[in-house]
């Protein structure tokens, strides 16, 4: 995976390769395929590794293509041919048979660097691009738009858009334009942290599936033919069983998320130094399994306890508060003190609700709950997302 600069001159650090093991890129190669005299792209393609392992493995016959932002990186055999330019920009005139590779990755504004006319400009051409997008969001719905027909693309990709809210545009535009099989990879890059999967998409299908491929031999794990973009989430047996069973947490809760640090910050009340009724601002490292730590000031923010409704109308209230990036952990302790936070989510009963908090807040720290979430989302991403929260199941007897 590559770290790209759209917009920007590039530099080592915007357009840092990371190399794709050759294994993986044998594997990719193993699932593309493509009609003899058809038309074989590669975007971001440096010296371009799958165009190569294409041709040793499929053999001559075929127009090789690669796009490459950066000149100096671009380094292609005579047999393909080789663009300068931004794929994201790029309109060849012409729809292409395989496209394969491994396009970049980073969010708007991290690494890329983009201005605002550019931010405005890249969320008008990309029908997906919502949120805090990341740019190999945009090279799918980009590659997508370039095959042809029954055209099929191959690319391995961070594992986080199959679950985060910011890639649900994405994952609706794929379910229409065709069909997906989801091969999981986990930990594909050695050295890197992020969770990988590779993206096997025919153009004019319908459906997806998903493959554990951690092994020698991928597994079919899920088959849904008619998948509309929903998340996708792990088949876990236990983990349906308790949703099947209980009452989903949002039913129960409003969910509300804290103030984020910008807003702390320019809030005119708040203090960077303790004082007469001042009180910290919580963060995530103040939330403990069943336990709220009120004393270390780990946000270095100080706000006038009396006041936190005017940060946030719900801090001013005794609440469960769950972690929001706790790595692959559901932690609640509910804040009794009613102090004022940067971040987490933030729970109040809806109209007519009575739950025994303790009790919830025991189940919620609970194996069986650590298990289900485990369970069904894997390592894909180190936080729990507003939908995950929304759909954890509560026990009737809780209620």
């Known amino acids: ?57 499929h ?36 729809a292409f048979d395989l496209i394969l590779g491994n396009p970049p990755y980073g969010a708007l504004g991290a690494g890329a660097r983009l201005g605002l006319e550019e931010r405005k400009s890249y969320r008008r051409r990309f029908a997906t691009w919502w949120g805090r997008y ?13 095959l042809k027909p029954g055209g099929l693309l191959v690319y391995v990709v961070p594992a986080g858009w199959m679950v985060l809210e910011e890639f649900r545009k994405l994952r609706a535009f794929l379910a229409r334009e065709g069909g997906l099989e989801v091969f999981y990879l986990g930990r594909a890059f ?3 942290k992020v969770r990988a999967t590779v993206l096997r998409f025919r153009k004019g299908c319908r459906g997806l599936r998903l493959y554990e ?29 308790l949703e ?30 303790p004082g007469p009724g001042l009180v910290p601002v919580l963060t995530g490292r103040n939330l403990l399994p069943g336990r709220v730590d009120y004393e270390t000031p780990y946000s270095g923010l100080y706000f006038p306890k009396e006041a936190v409704g005017l940060l946030k109308p719900f801090y001013a209230v005794p ?20 102090y004022p936070w940067r971040e987490e989510f933030h729970l109040l009963p809806r109209e007519g ?35 995950m929260l929304e759909r954890l199941p509560i026990p009737g007897e809780l209620l």
């Open 319 to 338: 609440h469960l508060v769950v972690g929001h990036t706790r790595h692959y952990r559901v932690v609640a302790a509910l804040d009794e003190q009613a």
């Open 1 to 57: 995976m590559a770290l790209h600069g759209i917009g920007a001159s590039p530099t080592a650090r915007t357009l840092g390769q990371v190399p794709t093991p050759k294994a993986l890129v044998d594997f990719m190669v193993g699932l593309a395929e493509a009609p003899k005299g058809g038309k074989v792209l590669e975007p971001a393609c440096a010296h371009g590794p799958f165009l190569r392992a294409f041709r040793e493995a």
């Open 190 to 192: 050695p050295g890197l």
């Open 244 to 273: 099947a069973q209980g009452v989903p947490l949002g039913r129960l809760f409003h969910l509300h998320f804290a103030a984020r640090s910008p807003e702390v910050k320019a809030h005119p009340l708040t203090r960077g130094e």
């Open 353 to 387: 609700v009575r739950v025994r908090a303790e009790n919830l807040v025991a189940y919620l720290n609970s194996p069986l709950v650590q298990a289900y979430y485990r369970g069904l989302y894997r390592e894909v991403v180190p936080h729990l997302t507003r939908p």
């Open 213 to 241: 491929a951690e092994g020698e031999t991928p597994r079919l794990l899920l088959e849904d033919p008619l998948w509309q973009g929903e998340m996708v989430r792990f088949p876990h047996p236990e983990a349906l069983a």
């Open 59 to 94: 053999g001559t016959g075929y127009r090789f293509l690669g796009v490459e932002l950066d000149p100096k990186a671009l380094d292609l055999p005579p047999w393909a041919e080789g663009v300068v330019g931004d794929f994201l920009l790029w309109e060849p005139g012409e």
């Open 134 to 146: 990341n740019l190999y969001g945009a090279f799918l719905e980009q590659g997508v738009r370039l």
